[in-house]
């Protein structure tokens, strides 16, 4: 079983919801994330989907909090926030808010969810409570150019690329916290 204290890859898995309707206010899907986390009784952070570039992307970011936590090099007393930080690949809460936070009217979150940790029934039975639809992972294409954008990339660099690209200056946050 996973505790809130505890949040690595071995047991995680990509999740991606849809919010029906987009929030006025970001700060509602948050709180209906927190509701699902207290629910299930599991660690959950919400992401910008257009953000992310692979279930790989969600993985490492994954990896690297958790071995950053388990070094005492994390940032963040949250194990959500240190995710996110190696997420947007930022050192700054407020810049990884900037990249990956929902934005107001988003429309899609992406969830990391530490599976074994709860029953496939009862994150459904959160997630539709919570009034998000589950939906299985499609990567998308605005990820790609975002963060091709973002990194100083070559405008042919492809998903691939982008995403080695991504996993490199996510592990080059890494050892500079070190």
Request: hydrophobic share 45%; with cysteine; aromatic share 4%.
């Amino acid at each position: 079983m996973t505790t809130r204290d505890e949040w690595g890859p071995r047991d995680a898995t990509p999740l991606v919801v849809l919010v029906p309707r987009p929030p006025e206010d970001a700060r509602d899907v948050v709180a209906a994330v927190r509701t699902m986390s207290d629910r299930l009784d599991v660690p959950l952070q919400a992401l910008r989907a257009d953000r992310v570039v692979s279930p790989h992307h969600l993985l490492m970011a994954a990896t690297h909090a958790e071995r950053a936590r388990r070094a005492g090099r994390a940032r963040a007393n949250d194990p959500t926030v240190e995710f996110l930080l190696y997420a947007a690949c930022d050192r700054q809460i407020q810049g990884a808010l900037a990249r990956l936070g929902i934005p107001p009217g988003g429309s899609v979150a992406a969830l990391l969810v530490p599976l074994g940790s709860t029953t496939a029934e009862a994150l459904d039975a959160a997630v539709r409570a919570a009034g998000f639809e589950p939906s299985g992972w499609r990567p998308d294409p605005n990820a790609t150019d975002w963060w091709r954008t973002h990194l100083g990339l070559p405008r042919d660099a492809g998903p691939r690329q982008t995403e080695d690209a991504l996993l490199g200056a996510m592990a080059a946050l890494a050892v500079a916290k070190q």
